[in-house]
C-alpha cells in the first residue's frame, strides 16, 4: 500500500487540521514560532474543503484526531498525559482519547465473539453489558461466566482496524522518508526506523493472543507488588480479536475529583505510578509501555490497577543497567559520570567532547532538582534535550523509544495527580537499589555465575574440540620460515581451564 498515494492521506490530514481548526490548536499549545504557524496555515487553507469534518460536538483538537483514525488516536493519547507540554486546556480535552471514544455495535461484539470462541454468547456469558469502555483499538464489556459466576472484562477488537492503522502506518512512512529527502540533518533521529518500531508495536497490539501473554507475563512478574494489580487472562474465552480477563472495579486515574472523594491520596498514588514503572522496568526489564490514566484504576483499597498490555516494552539487561547509571547520575548531579556512560554505551560519538557534553547535560538537570513540579517547563526542558541530541550527533535508539515515550506518558501521570511531584526524588530509592544489587562486586559474581552456566552446556564438547584443533595443528605443514602456530590448541585448552575453574567458583558460590 506504500507509494505516492500516500501523498494524498497526508494533505487530508492537515486538511482536516485545518477545517476542524484544530490546527492553531495545537501550534498555540506547542508554542510554535510564528514564521511556523504562517506556513502551517497557509499550506493548510487551499486545502481546507478536503478535510474530514468530524463530530461538531468535540473540541477541534480531539475532533481532527478522531476523524483522522487510529494511529492519530494514540498520539493523542500520549499528548493527553502531559499538560506540562500541551497545557491544561488541550490534554484535558485529549483525555477523552483513553477510554471514551464512540463504541460500535453491542451486536456486532457478539457476533465477533461468537465467530472467535465458536459458541453462542449466551452459552458462555448469563450477563453481557453495553460497552464500558471504548478506545482506539477496542472497546471493552462487563459480563458473568456461566460456568461460575465470575465476573470478567471481555475485550473486542475493533472491526476494520487493522486496515485503518495500516493506512496510516503507509501515510507515516511516506512522511518519514520525505523529511530524510528534504532535511539529511534529520537522518541521525531515523525517522524511518522510528516508523517501522511503531509499525511492530501496532501490529503486535492487534493479536489480543499476544495480548493474553503479556497480561500473564506480567502478573507473574508483579505478583509480590505491594499496591499494584494486574487482572489475569482466561485463556479458553480468549483468542486473536477476543480477550477475557478477570474484572476489577476502580476509579480512574484520570479522575481527580473522584479520587479526592474516595478519601485516596493522590500524592501518593502519584510517587507509587512512577516507582512502579521504574521497578518494572530496571528489575524485570519488562514493562506497561502504554501507562496513561486510561489504562490504570485506583481499586477501593488504594491498589493501582493496570490494564490493557497489547504495547508492552522489554530491555535486555546491558541497557537496564546503562539506563540506571544514567538515572543514578542525574540523582546525585555527577554530570561527568552521566556523559561517561553515554560515550560508553556509544549513544553520543566518540569524536564528540565528553566535558562539552557533560556541560550541556547539567544544563539540563539542574533547573529540575530543588524546583516545584509546577514551575518547570517541560515543553521549554524537551525542546533544549532535543538541542542537545542534535549538536552532539546522538541518533535515534529504537530500542529505547518504548522505554523513553513510556517514561514521558509514566511521569505526566504522576504529575496529573501531584503537580508538585519530584521524580528525582521518588526515583532516587528505585535507582539506588537497582544500582546496589546490579552494578558493582555482587553483580560481577552473578555474571560469572551465569557465564559458568553457559559454558557448561559445551562441557561434554569441549575436550573433542581440544582434540580435534591438536590433531589439525599437528597435521598442518607449518608455513615456511615460519614456526608452528599452536593459537587455537591452546584457545580450546584455555577454554577447557575456563569451564573447570568457572565450575569450582559457581560450586563455592
Do not use: C
Not at 137 to 157: M, N, P, S
Not at 228 to 239: E, K, M, N, T
Not at 335 to 358: K, Q
Not at 360 to 383: K, N, Q, T, W, Y
Amino acid at each position: 500500500m506504500r507509494g505516492p498515494h500516500n501523498i494524498w492521506r497526508l494533505i487530508r490530514t492537515l486538511a482536516t487540521l485545518e477545517r476542524t481548526g484544530a490546527i492553531g490548536v495545537v501550534l498555540e499549545a506547542f508554542q510554535a514560532p510564528p514564521r511556523i504557524r504562517f506556513l502551517a496555515r497557509i499550506l493548510g487553507w487551499p486545502f481546507k474543503p478536503l478535510g474530514l469534518k468530524g463530530d461538531p460536538a468535540l473540541p477541534p483538537a480531539t475532533r481532527a484526531l478522531t476523524a483522522l483514525g487510529p494511529a492519530y488516536i494514540k498520539f493523542g493519547q500520549i499528548l493527553s498525559t502531559r499538560p506540562d507540554v500541551v497545557g491544561d486546556e488541550l490534554a484535558v480535552q485529549l483525555k477523552y482519547l483513553q477510554d471514551k471514544l464512540p463504541p460500535f455495535s453491542i451486536d456486532v461484539a457478539k457476533q465477533m465473539i461468537e465467530t472467535e470462541l465458536g459458541l453462542p454468547v449466551h452459552q458462555i456469558f448469563t450477563a453481557f453489558s453495553e460497552p464500558v469502555a471504548a478506545a482506539s483499538i477496542a472497546q471493552v464489556h462487563k459480563a458473568r461466566l456461566a460456568e461460575d459466576g465470575r465476573e470478567v472484562a471481555v475485550k473486542v477488537l475493533r472491526p476494520g482496524i487493522e486496515r485503518a492503522f495500516r493506512k496510516d502506518i503507509d501515510a507515516f512512512y511516506l512522511a518519514a522518508r520525505t523529511i530524510e529527502i528534504l532535511s539529511p540533518s534529520s537522518r541521525r533521529l531515523r525517522p524511518m526506523d522510528v516508523i517501522r518500531h511503531f509499525e511492530g508495536v501496532v501490529m503486535g497490539e492487534l493479536d489480543f493472543r499476544l495480548e493474553s501473554s503479556a497480561a500473564a507475563e506480567f502478573a507473574a512478574n508483579t505478583e509480590n507488588d505491594q499496591g499494584f494489580q494486574v487482572p489475569r487472562p482466561i485463556w479458553f474465552l480468549s483468542g486473536r480479536t477476543v480477550m477475557t480477563m478477570g474484572w476489577a472495579e476502580g476509579i480512574g486515574l484520570n479522575d481527580n475529583a473522584l479520587i479526592d472523594a474516595a478519601g485516596h491520596d493522590r500524592k501518593a498514588l502519584g510517587a507509587r505510578v512512577l516507582q512502579l514503572f521504574l521497578n518494572h522496568a530496571l528489575r524485570d526489564g519488562y514493562f506497561h509501555a502504554d501507562m496513561h490514566q486510561g489504562n490504570l484504576k485506583v481499586a477501593a483499597n488504594g491498589d493501582i490497577i493496570a490494564y490493557d498490555f497489547g504495547i508492552m516494552g522489554r530491555i535486555d539487561e546491558y541497557t537496564r543497567r546503562v539506563y540506571a547509571e544514567i538515572l543514578f547520575g542525574f540523582i546525585r548531579k555527577d554530570y561527568r559520570r552521566v556523559a561517561e556512560v553515554h560515550f560508553e554505551a556509544g549513544y553520543v560519538p566518540a569524536d564528540r567532547d565528553i566535558d562539552e557534553f557533560a556541560r550541556a547535560l547539567r544544563a539540563v538537570g539542574e533547573p529540575i532538582f530543588g524546583m516545584d513540579a509546577s514551575r518547570i517547563s517541560m515543553a521549554r526542558l524537551l525542546a533544549y534535550l532535543f538541542e542537545v541530541t542534535e549538536r552532539f550527533g546522538m541518533e535515534t535508539r529504537t530500542e529505547l523509544i518504548l522505554l523513553q515515550r513510556t517514561m514521558v506518558v509514566v511521569e505526566g501521570v504522576a504529575r496529573g495527580l501531584d503537580p508538585h511531584i519530584n521524580i528525582w526524588e521518588v526515583a532516587k530509592p528505585i535507582v539506588e537499589g537497582y544500582i546496589t544489587k546490579n552494578v558493582g562486586p555482587r553483580a560481577l559474581v552473578r555474571d560469572l555465575a551465569k557465564t559458568v552456566r553457559v559454558l557448561a552446556r559445551f562441557g561434554p564438547k569441549l575436550p573433542r574440540m581440544v582434540e580435534a584443533a591438536l590433531i589439525a595443528q599437528a597435521e598442518a605443514p607449518p608455513p615456511m620460515d615460519q614456526k608452528r602456530n599452536w593459537w587455537p590448541a591452546w584457545t580450546a585448552l584455555a577454554a577447557l581451564s575456563a569451564l573447570a575453574l568457572g565450575v569450582w567458583i559457581g560450586t563455592a558460590l
